[in-house]
């Protein structure tokens, strides 16, 4: 089975640096993704880990460490259109029937205040 | 054209109704998928299609009921609904599922679904 942890809400300030934390355990581990939902909307694709280390797009960033489980969103410059849950979401391999398929975690509601 | 369409956008159904969820991409995707999601809470998989053939069912009750007509076609068909299953539906589309890299799944705008 899969477990993945994220804090429930966090707030910072307009034009400050965030960084939301994603612990995660899992069998067949192939890829951690984290993915942007703003309310009644679709959830959209922000960046793909597979490997240890930092992957930076832009103002996101996200970093991976398989041995400790564990990866971060960092989000900078940050703007008050980036109020949103964010979510972790790991790609594991579906042993029962094969391929892979993604768990989300509970996800992380930013407010951005000015 | 990197979009995932949803139709409808919202429905209301009684407990007796028969209805069905439609979802369609074009980005020659192979991978197509169905999720559940509850206010306040993340997206639960329910089913995945893989090159047109269900490859996954998250033991989802036999009231709903997918199909995969074709490569680019997604439905979801529901009958005896409760209203427990009110929530909003989300289609998406990857290239495969068993491949590695960054296959990002592309998500629908949803169908909001409330059973009355």
């Known amino acids: 089975g899969q477990n993945i942890d994220q804090p429930t809400e966090m707030t910072a300030t307009e034009g400050a640096i965030v960084q939301i934390n994603c612990t995660y355990q899992t069998s067949g581990f192939n890829g951690l993704f984290w993915y942007q939902q703003h309310a009644g909307e679709a959830p959209t694709f922000l960046s793909y880990?597979?490997?240890?280390g930092l992957e930076e797009k832009g103002r996101f960033s996200s970093f991976l460490s398989r041995s400790k489980g564990y990866s971060y969103l960092l989000l900078k410059e940050l703007q008050m259109k980036d109020s949103a849950s964010y979510l972790c979401a790991v790609r594991g391999f579906y042993f029962t029937g094969g391929g892979n398929k993604l768990t989300f975690g509970t996800g992380t509601q930013l407010k951005v205040e000015l | 054209d990197t979009e995932v369409t949803q139709t409808p956008k919202h429905l209301v159904m009684g407990m007796t109704n028969k209805k069905s969820l439609k979802c369609e991409q074009h980005?020659?995707?192979?991978?197509m998928y169905w999720y559940k999601q509850k206010a306040k809470k993340p997206p639960e998989l329910m089913f995945v299609?893989?090159?047109?053939?269900?490859?996954i069912n998250e033991s989802v009750p036999s009231r709903f009921s997918p199909e995969c007509p074709n490569s680019s076609l997604l439905n979801l068909h529901l009958h005896a609904l409760q209203p427990e299953d009110s929530a909003l539906y989300l289609c998406?589309?990857?290239?495969?599922?068993?491949?590695?890299?960054?296959?990002?799944?592309?998500f629908g705008p949803g169908t909001r679904l409330t059973v009355l």
């Open positions: 998406a589309s990857s290239q495969e599922t068993d491949s590695g890299g960054d296959n990002e799944q592309f």
């Open positions: 299609y893989s090159y047109e053939k269900l490859s």
């Open positions: 980005m020659g995707h192979r991978a």
């Open positions: 880990n597979v490997l240890d």
